[in-house]
């Protein structure tokens, strides 16, 4: 990147959610031009607009994509239309007929064309997936494109430039958009993720070196596993609730210490072991209400008194003294489920994993709200990371389909500027 790309003393306008950026858009003014020559005003407003719209564009390739003409559209209102034919607009032209100051006449915007001076931009490849949402930046929308990571109707395109048409369908990589608009890692999420790559390379390196020893192994005696005793399923189950509810009561916080996201692996895995140990299933269920089913069942099934006496005391009492067994009490409450559900949910849907390389549980990138907009001739599907150029972006009244953070008056100068050596 080069040098003073975000300065704040001579600031230019980039394709960038950057909090700088984000402060010179809302600082910025129209320069003066009243002391300036009309060549000047004109190379200032080219020189402004090129920072924002195409900057990595070359110039003499821009020329070649100008075009003077601009698509526009004109809706007409169909009620207008159904009620009147057009003959009352030249009413009291030289007859004399004064209108009615009672009739309102019809509002018609302008339409701003000179917003549409970069709309040749917005076809490109490397526009539409920073206009989609799915980069921070049109630099790294570049990027993406030049690394392989987009398609373009089901093949891989890395031409940055590639001309969309009406129709077409692309598509990034989900790793690469969540890590492109997430949070970056903190200090210590980073050094954590330094950690388990390490300790992973190390147990690679070691199940390479047992694979390949000379004296194999002898296999092991099947040995069935004892179960767990009724006790201690109770005690670990009631803990994983009580994690549930503190991972809830943590939820709201916008923050997230390493503290929170250690409690999320444990939880999410002391839940899988939980129901790996489960006498009436063998594999661990994966759905979410199964969990919750059989989570339940055994909260609600392991009461003290559910088993039968030990055999010792069975054998001197006999089955009339015998004590009749309490009823079971209900030890998940509505609210206790409720709360599991939504930790589960939580654990499942945004797991907690130092080894990605933005921050989890996932978060949106900070100052992203502000430039969180989808333009009209897109339709993006966020959930799968794809998105559909509809139609050539248009001008109509009282709006541009380009995004632009320049007054009409600039684009116009920019316009006039490329008109000259077309």
């Known amino acids: 990147m080069r040098k003073r790309f975000l300065g704040l003393k001579k600031p230019k306008l980039r394709s960038t959610w950057n909090k700088y950026n984000l402060y010179n858009i809302s600082q910025f003014k129209a320069p003066s031009l009243s002391e300036k020559t009309y060549f000047q005003q004109k190379w200032m407003a080219k020189s402004l607009t090129r920072a924002y719209h195409g900057e990595t564009i070359r110039e003499k390739h821009w020329q070649r994509l100008f075009r003077p003409t601009m698509h526009s559209v004109v809706p007409m209102d169909h009620r207008y239309l159904a009620s009147n034919d057009g003959s009352e607009q030249a009413e009291g032209r030289g007859s004399g007929l004064d209108v009615d100051p009672s009739i309102r006449k019809r509002i018609v915007l302008r339409t701003p064309y000179m917003n549409m001076v970069y709309a ?118 009631k803990t994983l609730l009580a994690q549930a509810k503190s991972v809830l009561s943590d939820s709201s916080s916008v923050s997230l210490n390493a503290k929170r996201k250690q409690n999320l692996r444990t939880f999410r895995r002391q839940i899988q072991k939980t129901l790996s140990r489960s006498t009436k299933s063998t594999t661990i269920t994966d759905s979410l209400e199964a969990q919750l089913i059989e989570l339940t069942a055994k909260f609600n099934d392991l ?76 339709e993006v599907n966020h959930k799968i990371c794809s998105a559909v150029y509809l139609r050539h972006p248009v001008a109509r009244p009282g709006l541009a389909e380009v995004p632009t953070p320049f007054p009409d008056e600039m684009n116009g100068l920019a316009f006039n500027w490329y008109l000259r050596r077309r």
């Open 120 to 237: 040749p931009t917005e076809r490109r490849l490397d526009t539409a997936v920073f206009r989609a949402l799915f980069a921070c930046s049109l630099r790294q929308a570049r990027q993406f494109v030049v690394h392989g990571y987009v398609k373009v109707n089901g093949k891989k395109m890395i031409y940055p430039g590639y001309a969309l048409n009406p129709g077409d369908m692309f598509q990034v990589e989900p790793e690469r958009v969540l890590y492109a608009t997430g949070a970056p890692k903190d200090k210590k999420e980073r050094k954590l993720g330094r950690v388990i790559k390490k300790n992973a390379k190390e147990n690679s390196d070691e199940v390479g070196e047992d694979a390949s020893s000379e004296a194999p192994r002898s296999a092991p005696t099947e040995t069935s596993a004892e179960p767990a005793e009724p006790e201690d399923t109770r005690k670990e189950l």
């Open 303 to 378: 009461s003290p008194f559910t088993s039968s006496s030990p055999p010792e005391t069975s054998n001197l009492i006999s089955s009339e003294d015998q004590p009749t067994p309490a009823p079971k009490t209900e030890l998940l409450t509505a609210d206790d489920r409720r709360a599991l559900e939504a930790a589960l949910v939580e654990a499942r849907e945004n797991p907690s994993d130092s080894s990605k390389p933005y921050a989890t549980p996932w978060r949106p990138r900070e100052y992203m709200s502000a430039f969180a907009f989808v333009p009209r001739y897109l």
